[in-house]
């Protein structure tokens, strides 16, 4: 029988390497182009939940129920400025990378915030307040409108109306059993130096400068007589939310390296009356965050260091620039990309 010669062999065989060879680069290049496909689909899903969820808080910042600013609004809190989450002056506060927070230092742990990233505070009031039927402001106590109002002992709360707001812990609450909250001085932590929720603040517990809610005027025209409905005011009660949103490290990689960053967000919680602060990974790639400020009256956006003290009551917009990282590598690198989000302070907005 003929067979095939030395030469017929390898030329098969070249042949056969040839075209192996070009199946495995059509593999190869059409793997890569799946990687970089899924890559691009993760960042763009990542950052759109980023600023989703960011936005949302970022555009909520300083509001209350009443509409109004509430970086205007009197505290009766012990010793507010102690604590980032007591301290609702301005209602948005920036942070530079170089600046940490003033409780919490850089570091590499899970939940710390990454070395040389940028941040925002933000404080407003929740979307589920009720309103204000009667107040009594000798007794320290607020009828609301409803039982299942959700405030509980220990909630930093706003009670507003048209002509003001303010900031108080509730020291007495039974959701769903009866529709009373109180605000005492003497218990909880931080606690009231007043009772009395007008301004100025005045720490003398427990009357302080008196106002009464839901009453024409606050209660300080004793003409009005406020159990006359023509006297009644519309007012609102709710409670109060604190946050920072920060980059941080998330302890699943080295905190230098691209899998090892994520997006957090810092919130108060109110655990048994006890206050406290949790922080929560909201998505994973987001290397780096730089923050941009819009000052009312201001023609351009302004970095952190740029802002004034008392400017920050002023801030009517924020751009936010997140910088994402794929965790797979596209031709021998992470992908890469920088997002921009534009966002008005709804309570700020003319």
């Not at 067979?3 to 042949?15: D, K, S, W, Y």
């Not at 007794?139 to 509980?152: D, G, I, S």
């Not at 006359?228 to 699943?252: H, Q, T």
């Amino acid at each position: 029988m003929a067979g095939v010669t030395l030469v017929e062999l390898m030329v098969a065989l070249v042949l056969g390497l040839i075209v192996a060879g070009a199946a495995m680069s059509l593999f190869l290049a059409t793997r890569q182009t799946y990687v970089a496909s899924e890559g691009l689909g993760r960042i763009q899903e990542n950052s759109r939940v980023a600023f989703e969820l960011m936005a949302r808080d970022l555009r909520e910042a300083a509001s209350n129920g009443c509409g109004t600013d509430l970086s205007a609004a009197v505290n009766v809190l012990n010793a507010p400025a102690s604590r980032w989450y007591t301290d609702f002056g301005g209602g948005i506060r920036g942070y530079d990378g170089a600046t940490p927070f003033a409780d919490a230092a850089f570091g590499t742990g899970a939940g710390q915030r990454a070395s040389g990233t940028e941040a925002v505070e933000l404080k407003s009031a929740q979307s589920d307040g009720v309103t204000i039927k009667k107040h009594n402001p000798l007794a320290a106590q607020f009828e609301v409108n409803t039982k299942t109002h959700k405030l509980a002992p220990g909630d930093l709360a706003v009670a507003c109306d048209p002509a003001h707001a303010a900031i108080f812990q509730v020291t007495n609450a039974s959701p769903g059993v009866n529709a009373t909250i109180v605000h005492q001085t003497g218990s909880g932590t931080p606690g009231n130096c007043s009772q009395g929720l007008g301004a100025p603040v005045v720490c003398s517990p427990p009357t302080g400068t008196s106002y009464q809610f839901g009453c024409a005027y606050g209660g300080t025209d004793a003409s009005k007589d406020c159990s006359l409905d023509e006297n009644k005011w519309s007012a609102f009660l709710a409670r109060l939310k604190a946050m920072r949103w920060y980059v941080g490290c998330n302890g699943r990689a080295a905190c230098s390296e691209p899998g090892g960053r994520s997006l957090y967000r810092s919130r108060l919680t109110n655990t048994d009356g006890v206050l406290g602060v949790q922080n929560d990974e909201i998505v994973e790639g987001v290397t780096g965050m730089s923050l941009r400020y819009l000052v009312e009256g201001g023609s351009a956006y302004t970095a952190a260091a740029g802002i004034g003290a008392a400017d920050w009551s002023k801030v009517v917009a924020i751009d936010v620039e997140l910088r994402m990282t794929g965790l797979d590598r596209v031709d021998g690198a992470p992908l890469e990309r920088t997002l921009h989000h534009v966002v008005a302070l709804r309570s700020r907005a003319p």
